[in-house]
């Protein structure tokens, strides 16, 4: 069975402070993974990894990807507040483009 | 803003009735997604379609279903609502079934 174990579960930081969220997967058929931040509800994209070792970047945050050890890790430098929020992972499994979450991380930063 | 809206943004029902939840996907996007995310849960797969026929399904019994329709809009059915079956249901739209997927804002389901 496909699966996907995100952790810490849950971290609380200060604002300023650098955090590393990780993602281990075990899926057949895997293509792509994929980080999303979920605030309210919807689930927004923040990065797709496909290949190892090339790093991603958007403003604070980047990411990468190990196909070798099956893991990534999403990485937020210099947080603020508007970071908080749950960071989910995804394999994309490619059969039937299905994406396998994991339990996401909370994140809480504080001022 | 992904583009991709749904309706209701929340329902209230009770065991044993049924619910429609509706989805419309990205412009220029064919294939939609629906997931159950429970409390405190990543998302699961529920099912796909693609160009209006099911192109694949996760572990969801029959009483889940759907539709999609030739603007590739969506619906997901569910029959026999029972007490599990409360949780936010979010749908994803993508270009093609192998670009990536972008999220609606959900309807949160309470069963009663």
């Known amino acids: 069975e496909d699966k996907v174990v995100q952790s810490p579960l849950s971290l609380v930081v200060h604002e300023g402070d650098t955090v590393t969220l990780n993602c281990s997967y075990e899926v057949t058929n895997f293509r792509s993974l994929l980080w999303y931040k979920q605030e309210k509800k919807a689930p927004t994209f923040l990065f797709m990894l496909?290949?190892?070792?090339i790093e991603k970047k958007s403003g604070r945050l980047s990411s990468i990807l190990d196909k070798k050890e099956l893991f990534s890790i999403l990485n937020i430098t210099a947080t603020q507040t508007g970071d908080s929020a749950i960071y989910l992972c995804?394999?994309?499994?490619?059969?039937?483009?299905?994406?396998?979450f994991g339990k996401g991380i909370t994140l809480s930063v504080r001022p | 803003e992904t583009g991709v809206t749904q309706s209701p943004t929340h329902l209230i029902k009770t065991r044993g009735q049924q619910v429609t939840l509706r989805c419309s996907s990205q412009s220029g996007h064919n294939t939609v997604s629906w997931y159950q995310q429970a409390l405190g849960q990543g998302p699961q797969f529920i099912f796909q379609?693609?160009?209006?026929?099911?192109?694949g399904r996760g572990n969801f019994p029959p009483r889940f279903s759907g539709l999609q329709f030739p603007n590739y809009s969506s619906e997901l059915n569910v029959n026999a609502l029972e007490l599990d079956d409360s949780a936010l249901y979010l749908c994803a739209s993508s270009r093609t079934s192998a670009e990536t997927q972008y999220f609606g804002p959900g309807t949160r389901l309470l069963v009663l």
């Open positions: 496909t290949s190892s070792g």
């Open positions: 995804a394999a994309d499994t490619g059969a039937n483009s299905k994406l396998t």
């Open positions: 379609y693609y160009r209006e026929e099911e192109n």
